[in-house]
């Protein structure tokens, strides 16, 4: 009963380097979504899939990509990565973009250096 | 800025006491409140969640004030155990199709419960 898996937990990257953090859901949900959580912020939404073929902005995209592979799987790419990046990365998944409990992953914990 | 405030930032009660935890949001357009649990390394999970047409929800342990009027909302966990020693975020969304989904969350309060 894996629910949300993202991988990796960690990850220590250089200012400038890329990375494509992966999240894949085994529950046959419709949509998933990317949030970043830093202290005394909360969770923000970076990207969010409503259904498979779609993506659309969060609250704070800018420096992100997303790619929603298939239905089960949305991945968060980094292009250059800056420091204001380091964070943890959550993604989440709910039955469908009107569905209010979504579940999340663990997390990616993100140092940029 | 954030659209839906939190506080306080951290509690500490003693097993058996009362944590409570309040937010207030700005947008009126808002019509569902969730509160999420989160323990250290993990994923928040939804606890309880209510809607503006309702003054009070309660499951379990946990109880959910809601103030239309002031545009406030709190959480209550009656009894409080060691086992509830996690972090609470407030979250706020609008009843729109092109909304759901899409929360505001509060910055979160870290509820610490001693023995």
């Known amino acids: 009963n894996a629910g949300v898996t993202q991988t990796p937990k960690f990850q220590v990257l250089k200012t400038g380097q890329s990375m494509t953090l992966q999240c894949a859901q085994d529950m046959n949900h419709n949509s998933m979504y990317w949030y970043r959580q830093d202290p005394g912020m909360g969770l923000r939404l970076i990207y969010y899939?409503?259904?498979?073929?779609?993506?659309d902005k969060g609250e704070v995209p800018n420096g992100y990509n997303v790619s929603r592979l298939n239905k089960r799987e949305f991945s968060l790419r980094l292009e250059s990565a800056a420091p204001s990046q380091t964070s943890v990365y959550f993604c989440a998944s709910s039955e469908r973009s009107g569905q209010i409990r979504q579940h999340f992953g663990d997390g990616t914990r993100l140092s940029i250096l | 800025q954030q659209q839906v405030k939190q506080s306080p930032q951290s509690l500490i009660v003693q097993k058996g006491g009362i944590s409570i935890i309040n937010c207030a949001y700005e947008?009126?357009?808002?019509?569902?409140f969730p509160w999420y649990q989160q323990f250290p390394g993990k994923g928040p999970a939804l606890l309880i969640a209510i809607r503006p047409d309702v003054s009070e929800k309660k499951e379990g342990r946990f109880t959910i004030s809601f103030n239309k009027s002031a545009k406030q909302f709190s959480l209550h966990i009656m009894d409080s155990q060691p086992g509830d020693s996690a972090t609470y975020f407030c979250?706020?969304?609008?009843?729109?199709?092109?909304?759901?989904?899409?929360?505001?969350f509060g910055a979160g309060t870290q509820v610490v419960v001693t023995p």
């Open positions: 947008n009126t357009a808002f019509d569902y």
């Open positions: 899939s409503a259904s498979e073929g779609t993506t």
């Open positions: 979250a706020a969304s609008k009843g729109t199709t092109d909304s759901w989904g899409k929360f505001q």
